[in-house]
């Protein structure tokens, strides 16, 4: 898997099954496919608890969601404590570029959960857009945990 990833490393439970690796997921108390797009993931959720500090019980993954009539799965939103969703989260694998494609389908996404916050990565790149009375900006990095709920 990709190492030169923008987020820390941290300690990594992989467990190989029928010859394939697995990744526990600390959200969703689960072993996972590790894909390349799931090491990018496991990656960002970490950098979100351990240095954003965003409470974990506060992370959703991998979520359906109804638009138009059309299920569609989120990768990562996170919630403030009244349970209003915050920021959303799309994430790619580290070889898949970051198109309008993908910032589209993120937008799309929020039409339903309306956040205030927006990131896209490949775990080589980030984007972080904050949305203030409909008007979008991108910022340099993603605030703290407290920072989004303001």
């Not at 996170?78 to 309008?100: F, G, M, R, S």
Request: proline share 5%.
């Amino acid at each position: 898997m990709e190492s030169s990833l923008i987020y820390p490393t941290f300690n990594v439970r992989i467990k190989q099954e029928n010859n394939k690796p697995y990744v526990f997921d600390e959200i969703r108390k689960k072993c996972i496919l590790l894909t390349p797009e799931e090491w990018v993931r496991q990656h960002l959720l970490n950098h979100l608890i351990a240095v954003k500090n965003v409470p974990a019980s506060l992370i959703s993954v991998e979520k359906e969601i109804n638009l138009n009539n059309t299920k569609k799965r989120y990768d990562i939103v996170v919630y403030n404590k009244t349970l209003q969703p915050v920021l959303l989260i799309e994430c790619k694998a580290p070889d898949v570029p970051i198109t309008e494609t993908t910032l589209e389908q993120t937008l799309r996404y929020n039409l339903i959960l309306g956040v205030n916050y927006l990131l896209i990565t490949n775990g080589i790149k980030q984007f972080v857009i904050g949305i203030e009375n409909g008007k979008s900006k991108l910022l340099k990095e993603l605030p703290d945990y407290d920072q989004l709920i303001l």
